[in-house]
């Protein structure tokens, strides 16, 4: 099992620009959540999905879409970067809870 | 929504001694309570949990306790190694969310 991938490791954009950052799990969990990862911060949770075609929203949801058509794969949508958008984003599967988090990609935004 | 407070934010001790992490949270529905270890550039991984309905856990030289009367749970390390060093997060969980402490900095000293 390779667990939970994410693409790609880094990123620099320009403000304005839209992206997509991917993740997939070959685990077959029903949980996948995004997180961004600010400087000397916990983690805070963007949109999470219980199942495929299914999304919510968490803590931190604005300038961010997501959709869940398949199990595996949880794609993360910045509409128009901004710069304080600049984080660490991680990606996590679980089957309740996510348990397993991908190796994060690092986006900056200029 | 949630609320967690985590103390202390860094702390330094010597190999062979214990430390403790400690951790507050305000949302009387949580009923999960995991912690997270993340070393410098990884990812957050999961290294013990805790349910409601238990007030401690033990694993090997890692164990939590929980007292969800006074809404605080924490984190024990025993014969603390050098690989032990790295951030250490007290998650809550309620539903399909989690909500990350602030992290403690844990240096073990040799």
């Known amino acids: 099992n390779a667990g939970v991938t994410q693409t790609p490791k880094f990123q620099v954009l320009k403000t304005g620009q839209s992206m997509t950052l991917q993740c997939a799990q070959d685990?077959?969990?029903?949980?996948m959540s995004w997180y961004r990862q600010d400087p000397g911060m916990g983690l805070r949770l963007i949109h999470y999905s219980v199942g495929a075609g299914i999304t919510d929203q968490g803590e931190v949801p604005n300038g961010y879409n997501v959709s869940r058509s398949t199990t595996e794969d949880f794609p993360l949508r910045l509409l128009s970067a901004a710069p304080s958008q600049t984080s660490v984003y991680f990606c996590?599967?679980?089957?309740?809870?996510?348990?397993?988090f991908g190796d994060g990609t690092r986006l900056s935004i200029l | 929504g949630e609320n967690v407070e985590q103390h202390p934010s860094t702390l330094s001790v010597q190999e062979g001694d214990s430390a403790v992490i400690k951790c507050t949270y305000s949302?009387?529905?949580?009923?999960?309570f995991p912690w997270y270890k993340q070393e410098l550039g990884k990812r957050p991984q999961l290294i013990i949990d805790?349910?409601?309905?238990?007030g401690e856990k033990k694993d090997q030289r890692i164990a939590v306790t929980l007292n969800k009367t006074a809404k605080h749970f924490s984190l024990h390390i025993t014969e603390t190694q050098p690989e032990d060093s790295a951030v250490y997060f007290c998650?809550?969980?309620?539903?399909?969310?989690?909500?990350f402490g602030t992290g403690t900095q844990l240096k073990v000293e040799l």
């Open positions: 998650v809550t969980g309620g539903g399909n969310k989690l909500t």
């Open positions: 805790i349910r409601s309905n238990v």
């Open positions: 996590a599967s679980g089957t309740e809870q996510p348990q397993h």
């Open positions: 685990m077959n969990h029903e949980y």
């Open positions: 949302d009387s529905a949580s009923n999960y």
